[in-house]
DNA sequence: CATGAATGAGTGTTCATTCAT
DNA sequence: CATGAATGAACACTCATTCAT
């Protein structure tokens, strides 16, 4: 995007192997458990190193998140706007999420580790930065209440609970998909109609 | 259900006293941060007491939600027999489970806390007691069994995955619950025809 | 003073093991250079147990310091109202000092250590409880205000600022004898005579 | 003094910025509480380039006191010399010093936050450069015992206590006026009647 | 049985010092 | 020479767990 010069770009490096490292030791042992000792022994970096680049082990945390939040919305929203009718736009930001999911396991026990205690536990460290979160519900609302006015889908129902019914049920499948053998089950977007079907038009009969 | 002596008697009810305090302060700080000198003192019990009749704090914790959810289950069923069809049960299920959650929110927050962790972190001091959870999954499973072959619900969709769906839109559906005002909106329980809706038809119109 | 039953007693017992363990190590490495560390094994405690009696570790250090400082003053308060005139009872005040410094050398070293840290870095988390420097100038302030009353000690010169130098000259005879072979100069209060006079009469012939 | 080429000069200019910055940080924070980065920031300079012109952190410390006190002396010899009278040169002594500290308030919030650990504290770093103050020492003793040569000063007192108490007072009075509010107060040179008063009459009548 | 004082391993964080560029 | 990123030892402080009373 920036045009940086190379020393720049070297610390966007550093600061990338930590994320990097970050992601795999909160996602196996959740943000408590994890030290920044474990972080940077992955990273290969001495423990006040990681210090350089992050305020402090919450500054670390949030950072991951956000990056991978952003990163997931911008694609989402990219893939989302080839399509005219807002219920293949609902269809596809199911399939893009599954696919960025599949592609960032690790990510995605850190979210589910996480999502209830960030939204539950009112912390004054989180706040600041995190308004991604809020970018995220806010883009699905605006898909389901586009699709309100195309009369894909009942009105009479709030679009902010129906995007949070939406995540969780998509939560809900992706953990089944984590905890299968993944060899037998396939590739995780295959669930995409399963999920869409269920969203649009429930188990019944 | 069993007899039992004082002695024994006694020392069920110093469980429960634990049990009772250890809800509010897991629910209120999370597991980490809570102390077992933070449940000694709220229980007005000595910090030592709590180790008499907990192993350590992963017991106690893992006791406090098998011991929740296990009523929350034996509720459930109790009230769900009163009914005959599949359909009625399965409303009664969900309307039970509100009411359920309604009463026990600081163990929802609990719940909605820590259930991911649980599930994703394969930690050897949980597998152990952990059958209940099982249990739960296996009874919704169970209802959503017979719905299929009263041809209340589609067959083509497995049990265990609707289960989870179901379970998932709830969780959902309360979480928003806690976060409005109590006041305005009124009784979770209300919540019960949407949920059904939501998960026998869908959003679709 | 009070009484105290057993409890309270064997408490206030390790809060001054501890207090004596900082007393040494404070006193021979300064205040930055001590680790709680080093004072709890002194002290032969754990590492935890110190701070069960003190907050931080600068809570302990203020605690040490007032404590002395209070004891000084007290001590020097009761022997000096034994003297009628106000000359005898600056001599008295003198002799005292040099009686307690002489039995109290470590605390005086982290006196002189930290005295002047303290008077000029203005650290908030020194300011609460430290009335007690102040009581203590206070004191030697009316000392020679009564001396000047009556007539002994020159009425043009400002009671605080004499304080201040007599505390000065007697702090620095003090310094002179540590450094010197103890066994060779004889007891400090020996040099009663000698600061009375410099601060009364000058070095002037 | 001696002739230098421009490297040589180049480096002691180095030095000289670098002693400079020590100086404000060390004022403001202490020694312990003083960074390198801190200093090498404030200089301009990489945290590296300290370690260039200064083995470590007490190399640079002892330095920036070694430096001033020097300068002090040097500049007292040379007023001092200009008086025949051992009484005058005290006085001058003690007026220069006034100036000196006046000018150079930040060297002396150092001087008067450091010099007891200095003389306390037997640390090894220390001794090996530290002659400095011995000269300081002594060149006020020589006055002194010039002094009670030509009988203005007893004979019976130790010039080297007498002059350790004429610095305690100095300091006193140097300390008090740093603390007033100085646009009140006026110059701190004017207190040299006072203190050259105390020094030789004493406080009493 | 009940207690709560004592423990010390373990954590986040800082900073003097080094060294590759 | 100059740099400043990297390092890791060190420290204050917490808390699950034990055990003497």
């Known amino acids: 995007m920036v045009m940086m010069d190379r020393k720049e770009r070297d610390k966007q490096l550093r600061k990338a192997d ?3 490292a970050a992601e795999n030791v ?3 042992k959740g943000y408590h458990e994890a ?17 350089l680049y992050f305020k402090d082990k919450n500054a670390l945390y949030f950072s991951l998140l956000e990056e991978k939040i952003q990163s997931l919305i911008n694609n989402a929203k990219e893939k989302t706007e080839q399509a005219k009718d807002a219920k293949k736009k ?4 199911i399939r893009e999420s599954l696919v960025f999911f599949e ?6 026990r850190i979210y589910m580790l996480e999502k209830n205690s960030i ?9 600041e930065s995190f308004s991604v979160l809020e970018h995220a519900t806010e883009y699905v609302e605006k898909l389901i ?3 309100q006015e195309e009369n894909v889908i009942k009105k009479n129902y709030s679009p902010s609970e129906l995007a949070d019914i939406l995540a969780s049920i998509m939560g809900s499948m992706i953990l089944n998909w984590t905890k299968s053998d993944l060899r037998k089950v396939g590739s995780l977007k ?8 269920m969203f649009l038009n429930g188990a019944g009969k």
Chains 1, 2, 3, 4 share one sequence.
């Not at 592609?103 to 995605?108: D, G, I, L, V």
């Open 18 to 20: 930590i994320l990097r």
């Open 26 to 28: 909160f996602a196996s």
């Open 35 to 51: 030290t920044i000792q474990d972080i940077a022994k992955q990273a290969q970096y001495g423990t006040g190193t990681v210090y």
């Open 90 to 93: 609902l269809e596809i930001f």
């Open 103 to 108: 592609q960032n396991q690790s990510f995605f």
């Open 119 to 127: 939204q539950l536990i009112v912390s004054k460290k989180v706040t």
């Open 145 to 147: 209440k586009h699709a």
């Open 190 to 197: 295959d669930k995409t109609g399963f999920i869409f079907d």
